[in-house]
């Protein structure tokens, strides 16, 4: 994207009042946006981005510009603006460039470039028709189909560079269906860096069944009960809960702010010993992947907590540096327009022993939740709230009724300690996470598992 | 930095837009708009004094929104050479030849137009003052929000973040129709996010001021006001679920009025994603409330001459007396609806086209003092802070339910703080229940600026213990 001379060049330009670190970042980037509404492709969107961010560290303070453009006198004139702010003492010099190597080696087969804008349709009228033939219930069908190519070139000042080309694909669906006056929303989505083979992998009319299927099954709820309860939490998208609640309170510029309730904690315990959490970015194709992060470290999988005991932070280069623990590979950006913080990518609870039957089983009245619409976490103290968007009553061990408006409030680090049952169904559902304005691909994972008890709080008003 | 002095962009915006014109000629398309956007921000981060983060950041972006055959295509590219401009209006016509055909895709005409002259100029929506403001002294000001802050009270133990942010921001909209015109505007804002301990409990309370100059933020207050939220709430315990009256602090009414606006959104009524569809002329409010989305008040930071599509900003009573009016049109939604666009076409970004957005939309306030407020509600639940609300709220059937703490007042008094309870309504409900309205407004930012005083609520379902 850029030669190497001209990387050099700027990194020095960077470092020359002083820095302690230098970083050029260059990315392209073309995406494409369908929306479908009312049976309609109601939206046709295509954007093209270029552009380079430019990072320096002096002390303890970073420096940042960004300029949407990678044209070696912009990007020369912006590395001298952005050095003329420091005045430090280092008088390092950047040497030869060497890549970075990464075990992460992946193959796509269907490059979104070479799929016709008309072959896109045809995915989200598929959706369409199948959502709506899955019940007659089913009265509207938003469906998004988003695809990206770009190419990301990163060198620093330690000599180091790397490059990736990344591929991502992402269809999602929400149903509405209704009866009567009563109307209940579904969703389902499908994500991978991979190109559109993924959709022979997985069929894109399951997707759009199984969106309906929940919110055909929601018409039907009745009240939430309220108060606290057992909660058993599905696989899949219920490991968003760890990840809001307590992952975020283990990534390392939180510790470093002593913003987090995880702090001065690795090596004890602080979760029942039934759980073992993992952040892995080496998963190939899943949402959260890649071969190199935001900063040109290769992907690595990092054991967070292991039986309960807490074993590592997720880090980027500064935070790893500052806490003078190895990189993690978590330093990642939205985009060229963003300095890297340390972020999780593929977070999940792993494994345990119990059979989910034998999860549901155990409890004599509880709460079963599936899928969620997404919550709010404070992290500096772990508190919580999410919004249950599928979820069930248990009656004496088994799913009852449906239960609609039901929301979890708790604390994280408390109810990792309550965590009575671990499931051996390990599986993972894609999302977004905001961080600090900057928005980044992920997934979460968990097997079914089960805690002693939590605060639902429902629309079914009065004493619980 | 200080030395390269911004430079007004808004002329070189028109060129762009005019070359591109000149371009889309050679398509086959029926009509087209062209929009380009420049900002040109800072953003600092303090941590114990010392700058943590400075990021200078200039972009500026084409999008290019063709319609052919009443289909609309959309592309935009933040590369502005001759041959990338070139690419970009190609994908825009290609685009259009997949997307719905619906007969009110046309521009909007003059005649479309509600108010036909600028109410507001960009000249006061400028902040000279923002431009010449030095590094230093943006630095000087967050470090001082930060020990002012820690000053407030001993039991603030850390900060988690302390952030300035301002952008320049210019604009320019050229289409077919013969809509050629452009605007800027500055803004700043601090925010402030307070750590609290006492014994083994761990709070957090924010704040934040916003202006279009650092000089029209009071940093005293910000500091104030954060650590007073932030040691309120500290050894906050549940309480038993129950019905109950509360008082919304004004951070709190704000998120609540935020989810009437979505609701009000001529988009979301006709996808028929709201609880207002079919409502017009009847009463929701049970008092004689008024609710207005104001594109022209000077201090509003959503104040803006002209809409995403080019319409005129004014303002429109949404409710008035407690009775919806109307709701809030761009072009498009108003010929479904057989009216006029309320000039609420709102654009992100270059990155998207013109969808329906909220401008300043505010409650107007009352003359009662919030002391008032809560001497009038006697017992209840006085919410200082939620979360959750952006996934709490199911616009299809109106219910909300969120997480809350603040404290519990009994006989007017504070008795004790509350905390991990959810509060659950729905919005026609919650509008229903409004007793009092305070003479406290104050606007948030966030998708619009959104402004309400303090409410009292009657008989909210409170989940606890």
């Not at chain 2, 080019?310 to 009216?339: I, S, W």
Request: proline fraction near 3%.
């Amino acid at each position: 994207m850029i030669d190497e001379k001209t990387a050099r060049k700027v990194l020095n330009i960077l470092l020359k009042n002083g820095a302690d670190f230098s970083e050029i970042f260059i990315q392209k980037r073309a995406v494409n946006n369908l929306r479908l509404e009312d049976s309609k492709i109601e939206n046709s969107t295509s954007g093209y981005e270029l552009g380079c961010g430019l990072r320096l560290w002096a002390g303890e303070s970073t420096f940042y510009a960004y300029v949407d453009s990678i044209k070696n006198d912009k990007l020369v004139n912006a590395a001298k603006v952005l050095s003329s702010v420091v005045n430090g003492s280092s008088s390092i010099k950047v040497l030869d460039l060497t890549g970075t190597s990464s075990s992460y080696d992946i193959k796509i087969k269907k490059l979104p470039s070479q799929i016709n804008t008309g072959g896109k349709k045809n995915i989200l009228k598929l959706v369409d028709r199948s959502s709506r033939d899955f019940n007659s219930a089913v009265i509207q069908v938003t469906s998004l189909l988003s695809d990206l190519e770009e190419e990301i070139f990163i060198a620093n000042s330690y000599g180091a560079f790397s490059y990736e080309k990344v591929v991502k694909t992402f269809l999602a669906v929400n149903v509405v269906a209704r009866r009567g006056n009563n109307a209940r929303t579904g969703y389902k989505s499908l994500a991978r860096t991979k190109g559109y083979e993924v959709f022979e992998e997985k069929d894109p009319v399951n997707l759009a069944e199984e969106a309906s299927k929940i919110a055909v099954t929601m018409l039907d709820a009745v009240s939430a009960p309220t108060g606290e309860l057992p909660l058993v939490i599905g696989p899949a998208f219920g490991g968003v809960i760890f990840h809001e609640a307590c992952g975020h309170g283990l990534e390392a510029d939180a510790i470093l702010k002593d913003a987090s309730v995880f702090k001065g904690k690795i090596g004890k315990k602080i979760a029942s010993k039934l759980v073992t959490a993992v952040d892995d970015s080496t998963i190939k194709y899943r949402w959260g992947s890649y071969k190199f992060d935001g900063e040109g470290f290769p992907s690595h999988k990092t054991v967070l907590i292991k039986e309960g005991i807490l074993q590592n932070y997720i880090c980027d280069l500064k935070t790893s540096k500052k806490m003078g623990v190895e990189q993690t590979g978590n330093g990642r950006r939205q985009s060229f327009r963003n300095i890297p913080i340390p972020r999780m990518t593929n977070t999940y609870i792993d494994n345990g022993n119990e059979k989910p039957e034998s999860i549901l089983r155990s409890v004599s009245k509880g709460i079963y939740a599936k899928e969620f619409a997404g919550g709010q976490v404070d992290p500096a103290t772990g508190d919580f709230v999410f919004g249950i968007s599928e979820g069930y009553l248990i009656e004496n061990g088994k799913i009852s009724f449906p239960i609609k408006d039901a929301i979890l409030i708790g604390n994280g680090p408390d109810i990792l300690n309550k965590i009575e049952a671990v499931g051996n169904n390990l599986d993972y559902a894609p999302g977004f996470c905001g961080k600090n304005g900057q928005t980044v691909s992920n997934e979460v994972g968990q097997p079914t598992i089960k805690v002693s008890k939590i605060t639902v709080g429902g629309t079914k008003s009065g004493n619980g | 930095m200080d030395n390269n002095r911004y430079k007004i962009r808004g002329n070189r915006l028109l060129n762009i837009s005019k070359n591109a014109a000149a371009r889309i000629k050679k398509y086959d398309v029926d009509e087209f708009e062209i929009f380009t956007a420049s900002s040109v921000e800072n953003e600092l981060g303090i941590f114990k004094q010392k700058v943590e983060t400075l990021t200078f950041s200039d972009s500026i972006g084409i999008g290019i929104r063709v319609f052919r055959d009443k289909s609309i295509g959309y592309a935009y590219t933040t590369v502005l050479e001759d041959d990338s401009i070139e690419e970009c209006i190609r994908r825009a016509v290609s685009n259009s030849k997949v997307t719905g055909r619906q007969k009110y895709n046309y521009l909007p005409v003059e005649e479309e137009f509600n108010i036909k002259k600028k109410l507001i100029s960009d000249e006061l929506l400028f902040s000279e003052n923002l431009v010449d403001y030095s590094m230093e002294d943006k630095v000087a000001l967050t470090q001082e929000l930060e020990s002012l802050t820690r000053s407030k009270d001993k039991r603030i133990t850390d900060i988690e973040n302390v952030i300035y942010e301002d952008s320049i921001y210019e604009m320019a909209i050229l289409n077919s129709a013969g809509f050629c015109d452009k605007y800027r505007t500055t803004s700043c804002m601090v925010y402030i996010n307070a750590i609290s301990k006492e014994g083994k409990d761990t709070s957090t309370g924010d704040f934040f001021g916003c202006g279009r100059s650092p000089s029209d933020i009071n940093i005293n207050e910000v500091a104030e006001r954060a650590a007073e939220r932030s040691v309120a709430i500290l050894g906050g315990k549940k309480i038993k679920s129950n019905i109950v009256d509360i008082l919304m602090d004004p951070a709190v009414s704000a998120q609540f009025l935020g989810v009437v606006a979505d609701s009000v959104k001529a988009d979301s009524v006709q996808k028929k994603k709201s609880v207002f569809e079919g409502k017009i002329r009847e009463k929701i409010f049970s008092i004689d409330l008024n609710i207005f989305d104001d594109g022209t008040l000077p201090d509003g930071l959503s104040s803006m001459p002209f809409d995403g599509e080019g319409v005129m900003k004014g303002r429109t009573g949404v409710f008035e007396k407690g009775y919806l009016k109307t709701y809030l049109y761009n072009t498009f939604t108003a010929r479904k609806d057989k009216t006029l666009s309320t000039g609420n076409a709102a654009r992100a970004s270059y990155r998207s086209t013109p969808e329906v957005g909220i401008s300043n939309f505010y409650m107007e306030p009352s003359s009662i003092s919030f002391d008032k407020l809560l001497k009038h509600m006697g017992n209840g639940f006085y919410v200082i802070d939620i979360i959750g609300l952006h996934s709490g709220v199911n616009p299809v059937s109106g219910q909300i339910s969120v997480g809350a703490k603040g404290l519990w007042i009994e006989n007017g008094r504070p008795a004790y703080p509350v905390k991990e309870v959810t509060i659950a309504t729905d919005i026609l409900n919650f509008c229903k229940s409004i007793k009092e309205i305070g003479s406290d407004i104050r606007f948030i930012p966030g998708g619009g600026y959104v402004g309400c005083p303090s409410l009292l609520v009657s008989s909210v379902a409170i989940s606890g213990k």
